[in-house]
């Protein structure tokens, strides 16, 4: 049977049949759409072929394909009769076209290769760290991922977040709101605000509860089941915070609800940010996350940094800090020590 499924299942077909039941039983909604997107890259580009048919040329065309300018969605196999799914999806930056689409970041093909890796090795052979793969294939095709270069993360001013702040107020820029009886404006600022002084993601902010928000203690309880690292956190809430969210305190279970899509949501940032006068990828969502890491490390210590950013790590809390606004300081007052025992030697030459 095994090896009739090896023959006969692609690996959308895998996925649905024996991955996700089997292996994603307890995985966030999140974790399942990312899979999915993955699938819908797959299908689109490999016509999804066999899984006994997969060896590591077909992932490295695959990569390819999505590293290569002006050729997203370029095939590499066979016509397929499925029905391609990337259409479906929702992205931020809207439907994307084959031909002016932009290659995919290294790092988010690096995660689709890690997404197909994954339902790869629990096709292949069992062995330590994979002690229940189902042992389908005889050997897991792997090919290298992409080269990481670790740059500055983007630069992200009190300024440019206020100018956003202002222009959630003005006339015909926001939609409508997405709380009964409460001013759109009220809503963005709010995620504004919480966002860059909490290091929460957009997601982690769209599915927090009131439930879990003591305002009169100026606290966020996060429960370790809703914690990508499941481990309960305690995040303080600023004086500022409570202030943006007692002006949207609802019935509703959610802090903030958003009934319509994440484009939508998306296209309503955009809108925003250019009546801000900021280019389209100049101010993202993900950029207030790294706003709060950068301006934490100035006053607190890295563990702090660490704690508010939901990171495991301090290496990944260091790949958020743009340190260098924090350098000038140091860097003069070093100097003008080297430039007190430099004069201390040329006074010593002239004594002479």
Known sequence: MHQRLAVDLTLREFFDRVYAPGFLVEAAAQTRHGYLESLAHWQRITCDPPLCQIDGQTLAAFKAALRAPGQFGRRIGRPSPQRMLFEDLESPDGPHDAATARPLAAATVNKHLRHVGAMLNKAGPAGPGNRDALGLLAAVPWTRPCRIYRRLPKQVTAAAIASVYRATGRPGVVGASPIEGVPTRDWW??????????????????????????????????????????????????????????????RGPLVFPWPMTSRSWYRQWHR?????GLGRRELLPHDLKRFCATELSKIASPWVVQRMCDHASLATSSYYVNPSDGLREPVERLADRLAGALEAVEEDRLAQ
Do not use: M, N, Y
């Open 189 to 250: 600022r709010a995620f504004l605000v919480v966002a860059a002084t909490t290091g929460f993601r957009r997601g982690a902010l769209l599915s927090l509860r009131w439930s879990w928000v003591d305002l009169p203690a100026g606290q966020i309880r996060l429960p370790a089941e809703q914690d990508k690292c499941g481990a309960d956190r305690r995040k303080p809430l600023s004086r500022l915070a409570v202030r943006h969210l007692l002006k949207i305190r609802h």
């Open 272 to 276: 925003i940010c250019a009546a801000a």
